[in-house]
């Protein structure tokens, strides 16, 4: 079965200021992975993914994570957050050979931007 | 108009009342989730269809039922609420492992 990780309930951080976001996953099989970002008041949107390939992804409003097989994390990072990037952030899993196509989540993390 | 739909977006009930929620999608796809968030908990699944003929049961089913009226419909019920079923719920559809999911706004339900 896999499970998803998210260490930190909260992250507060100065505008302007670099992020990281930690997120650690357990499988024993390959997984896809995705993060997701709520706004208040607002469903998910995703914010990028990791499919293969390349182990740094890009994704939306300048966010970026990297997959580490080895330490089965994929931590998302911004260099500089915004008071906009104010959201929650959901990491999740979803094993490709499971026909379910679910996704897990994990608890999430709160990022509050601060002036 | 939003590609998933769900309705209503807030609703208060008392307790042992029936509740329906509803979702509808313009996606096209033929997976369609429910479901639900706790703070501190993340996404929980509760029921996933493949198809009109196809319902699942995902981890946290009991108390909820379903109804897939039509590839663009996915309908939730509470037979009983109680309090504990107080949350946020997401309904959300999907094509491609690769994809990922599309989610609907949620609908913030309060069982008193």
């Known amino acids: 079965a896999q499970s998803v990780t998210q260490l930190d309930s909260q992250v507060p951080v100065f505008e302007e200021a670099p992020v990281e976001l930690r997120c650690n996953y357990s499988s024993s099989v390959s997984v896809y992975l995705f993060w997701y970002v709520q706004y208040p008041n607002q469903g998910l949107q995703l914010l990028l993914k990791y499919l293969s390939g390349s182990t740094l992804v890009k994704g939306i409003n300048g966010f970026e994570a990297e997959f580490n097989k080895s330490q089965t994390s994929f931590h998302l990072r911004k260099p500089s957050v915004h008071i906009s990037d104010t959201a929650e952030y959901f990491c999740?899993?979803?094993?490709?050979?499971?026909?379910?196509?679910?996704?897990?989540f994990g608890s999430g993390t709160r990022l509050l931007v601060r002036p | 108009d939003a590609d998933v739909t769900q309705t209503p977006r807030n609703r208060i009930t008392k307790t042992g009342k029936r509740i329906m929620l509803e979702c509808s999608q313009t996606?096209?796809?033929?997976?369609m989730y429910w479901y639900r968030q706790d703070p501190g908990l993340g996404l929980r699944l509760i029921y996933y269809?493949?198809?009109?003929?196809?319902?699942n049961k995902g981890e946290i089913s009991d108390g909820y039922s379903v109804s897939r009226q039509a590839q663009a419909k996915f309908s939730l019920s509470l037979e009983s609420a109680i309090p504990n079923q107080t949350a946020l719920y997401f309904c959300?559809?999907?094509?491609?492992?690769?994809?990922?999911?599309?989610f609907g706004q949620g609908t913030r339900l309060t069982v008193v």
């Open positions: 269809s493949f198809d009109v003929k196809d319902i």
């Open positions: 959300a559809t999907s094509d491609l492992p690769s994809t990922g999911f599309f």
């Open positions: 996606k096209g796809h033929d997976r």
């Open positions: 999740a899993v979803s094993p490709p050979m499971d026909s379910s196509y679910k996704l897990i």
